[in-house]
């Protein structure tokens, strides 16, 4: 009898234990992801997944974090981010943990590590606390085979492109970014890309583009990306959308139909966007691209020879001026190596600290001088509000912050490193309710997990990987400014990422609980 009661006893007791979770997410307003209303349910989470919802005040856990008063959500995903490099050497990514993004897709704009076997090789060693997901990028598969010649590859080489792109997607990539605005991929036609697109789809994966022309020309390339999802049989995913200067103000009510329309006849168009009217890029976007053909040697040769630096000038003042600005003050350095102390300074003001006069040809030739010296990361003032704002209402729109992990008091960078999602949540839900709170956290969610195959991700269920964000609707907010960017988001009280409490009570605890994220081509 008493082997029995004892055998009893540790069944009742081995039961208990079973029921016991990692952490509990009690008291708060569960805000799904899926763009339901929010609900009042508690959250237990063991071994790295969400495992129960519901009531569950009587449960025990390791850990339990009292949400009253706070929006639990799925952890924020980012697809258009460009971590390379920092990844490693800043791998606890402060400033988008900081954020509420557990999650990002890295490798935009045509620029990509090559060998994805090897980076996520590189992740697994040093551990991040973001999850990580990559594309594979045009300009970077273009350059490994052509270098920076502006001509069509042979059919040979066209080859050898479209197999470093089908290498990359079996070994984990999500999908074909390009940046046709850069060297070398400006300097491609269509049906070269539409061969390495079809390369990608063949693995499920997606074509986002960084497309030719955000301003006079936004028309046309918005049709081309959305022909090489057509001819390529690929969703496509087009980067920051925007139209920018003066000229083209308003135009969104019109590229937002071309992508309406391109769906309603079935083919998959998404976009994204930064909630802010600048962007920030490389200072050799205001040089002519046909200067950067075959590498650094070729463009200082060019820049050496008078009458091909005048000829280059006037193209940038002409530019200017189809652009109706008056100067080149519109462009403020966020990063110039060559001399730090220009750091938060336009070019006009440059311009003026060099002695030359107050003219666009005296502009262009300092803009040239920084070329000459390494060029400059830049924050370009060319868009306008009303256009954000209809566009951050589409509903196939994702926010992104087109970012890379920070060094906190590192120059003066654009402050969308630091509050893309709690701008859209502080300012354009909260204060100006452009959007509802549920949409938005859609946006940031599920519907960039759903697009870029991360299949369990983005929402917050029974056997979803366990990328939590807990924060209070009231306070959350960006701090970081065009002035001075480096100031952390405010209003995420703790972010989860697999299950392992990464920010505690707003504070970065040190974990590196991310993992590496792959596509659905990816080889066993």
């Not at 937002?256 to 490389?282: F, W």
């Amino acid at each position: 009898m008493r082997s029995v009661l004892l055998c009893l006893f540790f069944m009742a007791a081995s039961q208990l234990f079973a029921q016991d979770y990692d952490l509990l997410i009690l008291n708060g307003k569960l805000v799904d992801g899926t763009g339901n209303s929010w609900r009042y349910a508690d959250v237990a989470v063991k071994d790295g997944k969400i495992v129960r919802i519901g009531n569950l005040k009587q449960a025990r856990a390791a850990r339990i974090i009292d949400a009253k008063d706070h929006v639990v959500a799925p952890g924020f995903v980012d697809v258009h981010t460009h971590i390379e490099g920092n990844d490693l050497r800043a791998p606890m990514a402060p400033n988008f943990i900081m954020d509420g993004v557990t999650t990002v897709v890295t490798g935009n704009c045509g620029g990509s590590n090559t060998d994805i076997g090897n980076y996520a090789f590189k992740l697994d060693s040093v551990k991040t606390s973001i999850n990580i997901a990559t594309l594979i990028g045009h300009n970077s598969v273009r350059r490994a085979v052509m270098g920076d010649s502006q001509r069509d590859p042979s059919p040979e080489e066209q080859k050898k492109m479209e197999d470093l792109v089908e290498e990359a997607m079996k070994n984990g990539a999500v999908g074909l970014s390009t940046g046709l605005i850069y060297v070398p991929g400006t300097y491609s036609k269509t049906p070269e890309v539409v061969g390495l697109a079809r390369a990608a789809s063949r693995h499920g994966g997606v074509y986002a583009s960084h497309i030719r022309s955000e301003g006079d020309n936004v028309t046309e390339a918005i049709e081309e990306a959305i022909n090489i999802g057509r001819q390529a049989s690929i969703p496509v995913e087009i980067s920051h959308f925007k139209v920018t200067y003066k000229p083209n103000w308003g135009r969104s009510v019109s590229t937002l139909s071309q992508v309406e329309n391109a769906r309603k006849e079935g083919i998959e168009v998404t976009i994204d966007q930064y909630p802010y009217v600048a962007s920030s890029t490389t200072l050799n976007t205001v040089v002519p691209s046909w200067v950067f053909s075959g590498g650094r040697d070729s463009v200082l040769y060019r820049l050496k020879d008078q009458q091909i630096r005048k000829k280059i000038k006037d193209q940038m003042v002409t530019s200017l001026k189809r652009k109706q600005l008056k100067d080149f003050g519109y462009a403020v350095v966020a990063r110039y190596g060559a001399d730090t102390t220009l750091n938060g300074k336009n070019i006009s003001e440059i311009n003026k600290l060099k002695g030359r006069k107050a003219k666009p040809d005296q502009e262009s030739e300092t803009i040239l001088e920084m070329v000459e010296n390494g060029s400059a990361q830049m924050v370009f003032f060319s868009m306008n509000e009303d256009d954000l704002r209809r566009i951050m209402q589409y509903p196939f729109n994702m926010f992104a912050s087109d970012a890379g992990i920070a060094r906190f008091g590192s120059g003066v960078p654009h402050p969308r490193a630091y509050g893309t999602n709690s701008k859209v949540l502080g300012t354009y839900v909260r204060d100006l309710k452009i959007l509802s709170l549920e949409e938005a956290i859609r946006r940031m969610t599920s519907l960039p997990a759903q697009k870029f195959n991360l299949n369990d991700r983005g929402l917050v269920r029974p056997g979803m990987a366990a990328d939590i964000v807990v924060f209070n609707p009231l306070t959350v907010g960006d701090k970081a400014t065009f002035s001075q960017p480096h100031a952390y988001a405010t209003g995420f009280e703790y972010v989860i990422v697999n299950g392992k409490v990464t920010s505690d009570r707003g504070t970065h605890t040190g974990e590196r609980g991310g993992v590496f994220l792959t596509g659905p081509g990816t080889k066993q």
